[in-house]
C-alpha cells in the first residue's frame, strides 16, 4: 500500500488565516471571495477602508470570518501596523496575498524618473516589505505562504508603454525566488502567479473594439481572456496541503502566452 505524499495534519484541518492586500480590486475581491467560500478567515487591505469594510460585510453577510484594513504597501509603517491588527484579531496569519499592483504606461522615452519610481515602489518595493513583514511573523511562529501576483509582463516585453510595470513584475519574479531559497527551510513557501491576458473591467470596456478584442485573443493559444476565477483559483491552490512543496515558482495563468514566445 503506498502512503500519501501529502500528509494531513492539525493545522490542515484548522482555518486558514489569510491576509489579502488589495483584496478589494477586481482580482483582489474574486481572491477573497474563494478565500470565504473554502472556509479561511480573510483580512482585506488596502488604502481604502471605505473599499475594505464594504467587501468584508458583503463576506460577512454570506457567513464569512472577515476584517478590514488599511494599508499602504510603500509605508512599512502601515504595513506592520496593519499586520499586528490580524495578530491581535486571529493570533497570527497563515497566508499572505499581495494583490497589489499599480501600472502607469508611458512610452519609455517619455517616463519620467517620478512616474518610475512609484510603480517600482508600489509592485516591486511594495513586495519586499510585505514579505518581510508578514514573514517575520510566519518564521517565528514556524511556517507560512507567500503568494504575490506577478504578470506575464514579467517575463517578455512587447506592448508600449510597460517598461516600468514589466521591469518591477519581473523584479518581483527574482524575489520570490530569493525569499523562497532564504526561507524554505525554515517553513515559509513563496511563490507568484503570473496572470495573462484577463477578463476586467478594461477588457469590458475594450469590447466595443471589436477588432482590438481579436487582436489580443490572437496571442493567447486557447483563444480567450482568463477569467478572475480561473487566475484565484492557482492563488487558493498555492495556499493548500497539496502545494506544500511548492516553493520559488512563478506559476503563470495565461492561456499559453509565454508558452508561444
Same mark, same amino acid.
Given at each position: 500500500m503506498?502512503?500519501?505524499?501529502?500528509?494531513?495534519?492539525?493545522?490542515?484541518?484548522? +482555518?486558514?488565516?489569510?491576509?489579502?492586500? &488589495?483584496?478589494?480590486?477586481?482580482?483582489?475581491?474574486?481572491?477573497?471571495? @474563494?478565500?470565504? !467560500?473554502?472556509?479561511?478567515?480573510?483580512? $482585506? #487591505?488596502?488604502?481604502?477602508?471605505?473599499?475594505?469594510?464594504?467587501? #468584508?460585510?458583503?463576506?460577512?453577510? =454570506?457567513?464569512?470570518?472577515?476584517?478590514?484594513?488599511?494599508l499602504?504597501?510603500?509605508?512599512?509603517? /502601515? $504595513?506592520? #501596523?496593519?499586520?499586528a491588527?490580524?495578530?491581535?484579531? *486571529?493570533?497570527?496569519?497563515?497566508?499572505?496575498?499581495?494583490?497589489?499592483?499599480k501600472?502607469?504606461?508611458?512610452?519609455?522615452?517619455?517616463?519620467?524618473?517620478?512616474?518610475?519610481?512609484?510603480?517600482? =515602489?508600489?509592485?516591486?518595493? &511594495?513586495?519586499?516589505?510585505? /514579505?518581510?513583514?508578514?514573514?517575520?511573523?510566519?518564521?517565528?511562529?514556524?511556517?507560512?505562504? $507567500?503568494?504575490?501576483?506577478?504578470?506575464?509582463?514579467?517575463?517578455?516585453?512587447?506592448?508600449?508603454?510597460?517598461? !516600468?510595470?514589466?521591469?518591477?513584475?519581473?523584479?518581483?519574479?527574482?524575489?520570490?525566488k530569493?525569499?523562497? %531559497?532564504? *526561507?524554505?527551510?525554515?517553513?515559509?513557501?513563496?511563490?507568484?502567479?503570473?496572470?495573462?491576458?484577463?477578463? %476586467?473591467?478594461?477588457?469590458? #470596456?475594450?469590447q466595443?473594439?471589436?477588432?482590438?478584442?481579436?487582436?489580443?485573443?490572437?496571442? $493567447? +493559444?486557447? &483563444?480567450?481572456?482568463?477569467? +478572475?476565477?480561473?487566475?484565484?483559483?492557482?492563488?487558493?491552490?498555492?495556499?493548500?496541503?497539496?502545494?506544500?512543496?511548492?516553493n520559488? @515558482?512563478?506559476?503563470?495563468?495565461? &492561456?499559453?502566452?509565454?508558452?508561444?514566445?
Amino acid at each position: 500500500m503506498t502512503e500519501s505524499v501529502v500528509r494531513p495534519s492539525a493545522e490542515d484541518s484548522r +482555518p486558514q488565516r489569510v491576509l489579502v492586500v &488589495g483584496g478589494y480590486g477586481g482580482l483582489g475581491a474574486v481572491i477573497c471571495e @474563494q478565500f470565504a !467560500a473554502d472556509g479561511a478567515a480573510v483580512a $482585506i #487591505a488596502g488604502r481604502s477602508l471605505d473599499k475594505a469594510t464594504e467587501l #468584508a460585510e458583503k463576506l460577512t453577510a =454570506n457567513g464569512a470570518t472577515a476584517l478590514p484594513l488599511t494599508l499602504d504597501v510603500t509605508d512599512p509603517a /502601515s $504595513i506592520d #501596523a496593519a499586520v499586528a491588527e490580524v495578530d491581535a484579531a *486571529w493570533g497570527g496569519i497563515d497566508v499572505l496575498v499581495n494583490s497589489a499592483s499599480k501600472l502607469i504606461t508611458v512610452p519609455a522615452e517619455h517616463f519620467d524618473a517620478t512616474q518610475w519610481a512609484d510603480v517600482v =515602489n508600489a509592485n516591486l518595493v &511594495g513586495a519586499f516589505l510585505l /514579505s518581510q513583514s508578514v514573514g517575520r511573523h510566519m518564521l517565528a511562529r514556524g511556517g507560512g505562504r $507567500i503568494i504575490h501576483l506577478s504578470s506575464v509582463r514579467g517575463d517578455a516585453g512587447g506592448r508600449m508603454g510597460f517598461s !516600468a510595470y514589466g521591469a518591477s513584475k519581473a523584479g518581483v519574479n527574482l524575489l520570490v525566488k530569493q525569499l523562497a %531559497t532564504e *526561507w524554505g527551510g525554515r517553513g515559509v513557501t513563496v511563490n507568484a502567479v503570473a496572470p495573462g491576458f484577463m477578463r %476586467t473591467d478594461f477588457v469590458e #470596456a475594450a469590447q466595443q473594439n471589436q477588432q482590438f478584442v481579436a487582436r489580443l485573443q490572437q496571442r $493567447i +493559444p486557447i &483563444g480567450r481572456f482568463a477569467e +478572475p476565477e480561473e487566475v484565484a483559483s492557482a492563488v487558493l491552490y498555492l495556499a493548500t496541503p497539496l502545494a506544500r512543496f511548492v516553493n520559488g @515558482q512563478v506559476i503563470y495563468v495565461d &492561456g499559453g502566452v509565454t508558452a508561444s514566445h
